[in-house]
């Protein structure tokens, strides 16, 4: 009987089923791991047994041991993602970074509506193991994106942002100096992906996009680095320069003004001067516009260009009363200004009150309102005139007894006007625009207007 009891014993305890003891971890092999989370579906079974035993042999360095009892999980549950997870961190362990990835892989294969941390984590520290930084922080982001409390991941995301960065700015301003343009364009907009409210990134792709000739995305980039940096005065000049190009005066120096108000740029004030100096010659009357080509000019246009250009010497100084005599002018384009000189009497009226608007210029009648402009620049520099206004210039043509002599004389001798061959002045030939332009540009540079 007793041995009957015995051999019963022995044949229940046969056909009990095993009890596996889960390995106890008082330190951790690999605390840098994080553990995949088993959800509720897939807690009960087998295959979560499997599972929590496999995990607690890799963290005792069993890693052996630890990979049968993963595969176990898997053969008794195909889906049981944390084990395919776990799989990856085992070959992290083993420090074989490409035998990992495809696991991660796989284990985002199986539970792709709901991100796991642990699997982007380890996905992430296997591609950064591959030096696929620019993957890895795509992965890393869906970690802290799947938990937004990873405040020490989200630190790391910045830092591989700002390495990527700087990586990507080097290949870029490397391939730009070299000439290759669309290597650099791609490197920036790499690098802009990764840093988009990076405003000095916008103004670098921005140069190169305008060196290629791609005005559209250029500008583009300009008026967004502005919009990240309203400081960005160089950007603000470039869009000015683009605008200018494209004819948009009114874009242009807008863009110029503010520019100039955040920081001073010479080159900016030359471009502001030059295009509201067109604005301004762009609201004159064509008569103006038309000077500079002309192949004589009339007393109209002389009266004009001076009343334009050197409006500032016609101010003070004693004032001709005949100029409201004048009767020949009411209609003409140029009369304000053909008023304005006559009364500071830089060109005289005739004797008849009649100013001849149409009557051609003559070598001796530009000297004669040139010498007068000279004389009110004398006036405020007296010492800077000793020189011209002694000088006894010889010219072959016009005899120091002639009445035009004196004024032609002080312009010569001021470098206003010139002298042709052998010393000759020239006096009764006909002033061409360009000649008469040239002559208000020295007088302007004498009275320091320019």
């Known amino acids: 009987m007793r041995k009957l009891l015995l051999a019963a014993l022995v044949l229940v305890s046969a056909c009990a089923p ?10 951790p092999k690999y605390p840098e791991f994080r553990e995949p989370v088993v959800p509720p579906a897939l807690a009960d079974g087998p295959a979560a047994q499997s599972y929590a035993r496999g995990w607690a042999y890799l963290q005792t360095g069993d890693l052996k041991t630890a990979e049968r009892e993963f595969d176990d999980a898997l053969k008794m549950t195909p889906a049981f993602y944390p084990a395919e997870a776990s799989l990856g961190y085992l070959e992290l362990a083993r420090k074989d970074a490409k035998a990992a990835l495809p696991h991660f892989d796989r ?22 193991a591959l030096g696929r930084e620019g993957d890895a922080l795509g992965a890393f982001e869906a970690a802290v994106a799947a938990d937004p409390s990873q405040v020490e991941l989200a630190r790391r995301v910045e830092v ?7 990586q990507g700015l080097a290949r870029a301003r490397d391939a730009a100096r070299a000439g290759r343009l669309d290597e650099a364009i791609a ?86 001067d030059a295009i509201r100096a ?38 003070g100084g004693p ?27 830089v060109m005289d009226p005739f004797a008849n009150h009649a100013f001849q608007p149409r009557s051609v210029v003559r070598r001796t009648d530009l000297a004669q309102a040139l010498a007068r402009l000279l004389a009110r620049v004398a006036a405020q520099n007296p010492a800077r005139a000793k020189a011209w206004e002694s000088a006894r210039v010889k010219f072959s043509d016009l005899s120091p007894g002639h009445l035009a002599y004196p004024a ?26 360009a000649e008469a332009i040239e002559a208000v540009n020295k007088i302007e540079t004498l009275a320091g207007s320019r």
Do not use: C
């Not at 919009?227 to 110029?256: N, T, W």
């Not at 001798?413 to 625009?433: W, Y």
């Open 107 to 128: 284990a985002i294969e199986l539970n792709p509506q709901h991100g796991e941390v642990s699997t982007f984590i380890g996905r992430g520290e296997s591609l950064l």
């Open 319 to 345: 004032r001709n009363g005949d100029a409201a005599l004048i009767t020949d002018v009411r209609n003409n384009w140029a009369a304000t200004w053909i008023m304005s000189v006559a009364r500071a009497g």
């Open 408 to 433: 032609a004389s002080v312009t010569v001798a001021a470098g206003v006007l010139r002298t042709s061959g052998e010393n000759s002045f020239q006096p009764s030939r006909p002033v061409t625009g």
């Open 278 to 315: 067109r604005s301004a010659l762009a609201r004159l009357p064509a008569e103006y516009r038309a000077i500079d080509q002309a192949a004589q000019i009339t007393r109209a246009d002389l009266a004009a260009l001076i009343g334009i250009r050197l409006g500032s010497l016609l101010q």
């Open 160 to 166: 591989l942002k700002f390495r990527g960065v700087e």
């Open 187 to 272: 490197a920036y907009t790499v690098a802009i992906g990764s840093s988009p409210d990076s405003p000095f990134l916008y103004r670098e792709i921005a140069a190169i996009e305008k060196q290629k000739g791609n005005l559209d995305a250029a500008l583009a980039d300009f008026r967004k680095a502005v919009a990240l940096d309203p400081s960005d005065a160089k950007s603000l000049a470039q869009i000015g320069d683009i605008l200018e190009g494209r004819g948009d005066v009114a874009g242009a120096e807008k863009a110029y003004v503010d520019a100039l108000a955040i920081e001073p740029i010479a080159d900016v004030e030359k471009r502001l």
């Open 18 to 27: 095993k009890v596996v003891s889960v390995p106890v971890v008082t330190a």
